[in-house]
């Protein structure tokens, strides 16, 4: 029933190892997203998908490389995990462009890089 | 830098009464947004008005919208305990496809 889910909801995780985040949504939008929260609470945008293609790339370092192999699903991959990772990752989705219209969350997924 | 920054950045009330936060931003924009996130969940969306639009009513929330003055405001009527979450408001840009995310506002309703 969840409308986005994403896993898995918490990871622990040394410096330098890759990890993975799932994000699924069954609303049937044409538009997935990447958030990041830090601890201040500070949502900031990392990327978005539109029907598989990126359009939006923000500052983010190239360790982090998104993957949408359809318009229901965008996965997040991490190579070398940094301390400065350590956040909550949320994923979004909306229908269209996403500019007039409203985001759907996932609940997040809190890495914590050691 | 950040689009949207809130007023004030907490907040605590008794059960009943009034919450009012303010969200202010820089650029033209599309429409404004605001969100709710309780405590390790994902942010839930309330009501969106569009640059068109001054004021908008959905149940006990009520948002202002002033243009002019690129500010917004954010009021819960006859607050709940279960109010208790952080609010943010979000900018959707007249250029662009994302919307930009204030620092949020921290809500404490004391029952």
């Known amino acids: 029933d969840t409308a986005v889910s994403q896993t898995p909801k918490y990871l622990v995780t040394q410096m330098g190892n890759d990890k993975s985040i799932k994000c699924e949504q069954n609303l049937g939008h044409d538009t997935m997203y990447w958030y990041k929260q830090d601890s201040k609470k500070f949502l900031k945008i990392m990327f978005s998908?539109?029907?598989?293609?990126?359009?939006i790339n923000e500052t983010v370092p190239n360790r982090f490389s998104p993957k949408s192999p359809d318009k229901a699903h965008l996965n997040l991959h991490i190579n070398s995990l940094e301390l400065g990772d350590s956040a909550v990752y949320f994923c979004a989705s909306t229908d269209r462009d996403g500019t007039n219209e409203k985001l759907f969350f996932g609940s997040g997924t809190q890495l914590s890089v050691l | 830098s950040q689009q949207g920054e809130e007023d004030p950045q907490a907040l605590s009330i008794q059960e009943g009464e009034n919450a009012t936060m303010n969200c202010s931003y820089k650029?033209?924009?599309?429409?404004l947004q605001w969100y709710r996130q309780n405590s390790g969940r994902g942010l839930v969306h309330l009501i969106l008005i569009r640059s068109n639009e001054r004021e908008k009513h959905s149940g006990r929330l009520r948002v202002t919208l002033d243009t002019s003055k690129k500010s917004s405001s954010l009021l819960i009527t006859a607050s709940r305990a279960a109010d208790t979450a952080s609010y943010f408001c979000?900018?959707?840009?007249?250029?662009?496809?994302?919307?930009?995310f204030g620092a949020g506002t921290i809500l404490r309703v004391k029952s």
């Open positions: 979000a900018t959707g840009a007249r250029y662009g496809n994302k919307l930009v």
């Open positions: 650029t033209s924009i599309n429409n």
């Open positions: 998908y539109n029907n598989k293609e990126l359009i």
